[in-house]
């Protein structure tokens, strides 16, 4: 069992930078992998970063690969989302999700942050 705790969200102008973290208890075990995600209203969850909780694998959507930087501090049992350049567009609640790795589906998701970017 994996707990998923986000924070770091709220209300900023676009252009501006905030910090997701995703801090994580129980099994973070290296064979597992983190991801975040986000969803708007009306609209299915979409990926947006990935990594393994032991490093490597990194993958990012298109849309954000030179403005978001996924990172994990293993110490702290904490994911990291770092968004810059933030555009209204990537207002939406943003959800942090683990699976191990070798299955498909996310399996341990955590309650989600709020992202507001204001034009």
């Known amino acids: 069992q994996v707990q998923l705790v986000e924070s770091g969200g709220g209300l900023v102008q676009a252009g501006g930078s905030l910090r997701l973290s995703c801090a994580a208890s129980?099994?973070?075990?290296?064979?597992?992998?983190v991801a975040w995600f986000r969803q708007t209203p009306g609209k299915e969850r979409e990926f947006v970063a990935a990594?393994?909780?032991?490093?490597?694998?990194?993958i990012r959507k298109d849309s954000v690969k030179d403005r978001f930087t996924i990172s994990i501090n293993n110490a702290k049992n904490t994911v990291y989302l770092q968004m810059n350049n933030l555009k209204p567009e990537d207002t939406a609640v943003y959800y942090c999700?683990?699976?191990?790795?070798?299955?498909?589906?996310?399996?341990?998701w955590g309650q989600g942050t709020q992202v507001t970017v204001s034009s």
């Open positions: 129980g099994r973070t075990a290296r064979d597992y992998r």
């Open positions: 999700a683990s699976r191990t790795v070798g299955t498909v589906e996310y399996a341990y």
């Open positions: 990594t393994n909780w032991g490093g490597g694998s990194t």
